[in-house]
């Protein structure tokens, strides 16, 4: 198995050289099959790898159904990856930046022009 590499792809190899030695008579147990599909899975695939050969006899497991579990092993592991990876930008992402306006008192709008009075009524209508 190559590195990146889809385990359908893997599997579509596995099959295509099983195939090209049964032309040549050579037959395999599927037990066997089993076992050299195993051997071949990358690091990545050992905690897989050491269940089912700890949980399971190798000699008795169906080879279509090891195909469906590396298949489902495969698309949990790339969502759970997908998850990881967009936390981690996330994480990495500059916190937003906040803008604090000046305030500025223009000519026209100065509060010199109000009496006291208007002043204290403007003040109790804010209070209300």
């Known amino acids: 198995m ?27 147990t599927n037990g066997e099959l089993v076992s050299k599909m195993l051997r071949s899975l990358l690091e990545d695939w050992n905690s897989l790898r050491m269940l089912i050969e700890n949980t399971k ?10 195909y469906r579990i590396l298949m489902t092993y495969e698309l949990n592991n790339a969502e759970t990856k ?4 967009r936390s981690k930008e996330e994480m ?20 010199t022009n109000m009496s006291d009075e208007e002043l204290d009524d403007l003040v109790l209508l804010i209070k209300k």
């Open 57 to 66: 006899d190798v000699n008795t497991y169906l080879l279509e159904e090891l």
């Open 2 to 28: 190559k590195q990146d590499e889809p385990i359908v792809d893997m599997i579509t190899s596995f099959t295509d050289i099983i195939n090209g030695l049964k032309d040549f008579d050579r037959k395999f």
């Open 82 to 85: 997908e998850k990881t990876r």
């Open 92 to 111: 990495k992402e500059p916190p937003k930046r906040q803008i604090a306006l000046k305030s500025t008192n223009d000519e026209g709008s100065s509060n």
